[in-house]
């Protein structure tokens, strides 16, 4: 049996979430619908950032999503047929927040998507090159696509005081996990250099993170009916998420160097997933999704799942055996996951219920 270690705490606001220490895209099947983050055009922190002007010479951008080929992930192998892909897809007015940088100066600003492709893989979008630019001269263009929730008053957004940096989002306990859901945090990048009286560009974006896709099966013959919450964790040593310290976020990536700030990285042990209902039927499935951010240096790790009730802090089931990984997780996949829940009131320790990982035909997996 392996050994596992769990710790629930309490956020202050009441909005509690589980705290777990242990170590824990993609793209077709699936469309994911994106809502854009609302906020100011500009805010002018410093001199080196600039409010956009009008009446400025105009950037035609075709925006077009990084898909990797290799998009099935090695977390489960076996069952071809159930091994899904998600496609991120564009929609009309996605909002693309965007900074001008040529030398010293920085100009931070956003512009909705014009129009679609009609596969909706490639968006359309005009820029208006902003004062203090010099389309005469060389430039660079920094794009970021992220979105929050309108209570949300954090995160998604570009930095104030240095426009290259991008936050990631924030209360991410506050996402259910579903696709309409995670479809509002996937985040994305891209920066290019523009030469001189450039006036069309192409921007390829890429992934900031990947998706983690979680089939839980109740194989037991009575409903289950106080789901709040399953949990991925990992060795307490090992943090394999950035982003999601004490479920919050906030990370703060420098499109610049393409590399996440030190000390501003958020890393964390537990992947939650917040779940839309808290039932499940006897002989059914429930899918859960989860966009987040991998640390890709971590190459080993045992994962285990742990199911908990409202409000979050009560487990419920915990995995006997974990799952081992032996390879880095990547941007950019889809991870998929099977497992079992059934009531269980004989466990030794006392359980609710008996949590196990499967295959894709939810047989257990061996000791």
Not at 28 to 56: F, H, W
Not at 343 to 364: G, I, L, M, Q
């Amino acid at each position: 049996m392996a050994e596992r270690w769990v710790r629930v705490n309490f956020k202050p606001n009441s909005k509690n979430y589980l705290i777990m220490k242990f170590k824990s895209f993609f793209f077709a099947a699936i469309a994911l619908i994106v809502a854009g983050c609302t906020g100011n055009d500009i805010v002018d922190l410093s001199e080196n950032v600039q409010t956009v002007e009008p009446d400025k010479p105009l950037l035609h951008i075709t925006a077009s999503f990084d898909e990797p080929a290799g998009t099935r992930a090695f977390l489960e192998e076996y069952g071809a047929t159930v091994m899904k892909t998600i496609g991120f897809r564009w929609e009309v007015n996605d909002e693309i927040q965007f900074c001008f940088e040529q030398g010293e100066i920085k100009v931070k600003g956003n512009t909705l998507v014009s129009s679609v492709s009609e596969d909706k893989k490639t968006a359309f979008f005009d820029v208006t090159v902003p004062g203090g630019i010099d389309p005469a001269n060389p430039y660079t263009l920094y794009a970021y696509r992220s979105g929050r929730k309108s209570g949300i008053s954090s995160g998604s957004v570009l930095d104030n005081t240095t426009p290259t940096i991008a936050i990631l989002p924030t209360l991410q306990y506050e996402y259910k996990a579903t696709l309409a859901d995670q479809a509002t945090v996937f985040s994305l990048w891209t920066k290019k250099n523009i030469t001189p009286e450039t006036t069309s560009i192409s921007l390829s974006f890429q992934h900031l993170g990947s998706m983690m896709t979680l089939h839980l099966k109740n194989v037991g013959a009575t409903e289950i009916d106080d789901l709040h919450s399953l949990a991925l964790q990992s060795n307490p040593t090992q943090n394999w998420i950035i982003n999601r310290l004490e479920g919050g976020g906030g990370a703060q990536f420098d499109m610049a160097t393409g590399n996440y700030v030190d000390g501003n990285e958020k890393f964390s042990y537990t992947l939650t997933f917040f779940l839309p209902s808290p039932t499940l039927a006897s002989g059914s499935v429930g899918t859960y999704y989860l966009w987040f951010v991998p640390k890709t240096d971590i190459s080993t790790f045992n994962l285990l799942l742990v199911s908990l009730e409202s409000p979050g802090n009560i487990i419920t089931g915990v995995t006997n055996v974990s799952k081992n990984i032996t390879k880095s997780l990547e941007r950019g996949k889809n991870y998929i996951l099977f497992a079992s829940i059934e009531k269980d009131e004989a466990a030794t320790p006392p359980r609710k219920y008996k949590v196990n990982f499967t295959d894709s035909s939810y047989n257990p997996l061996a000791p």
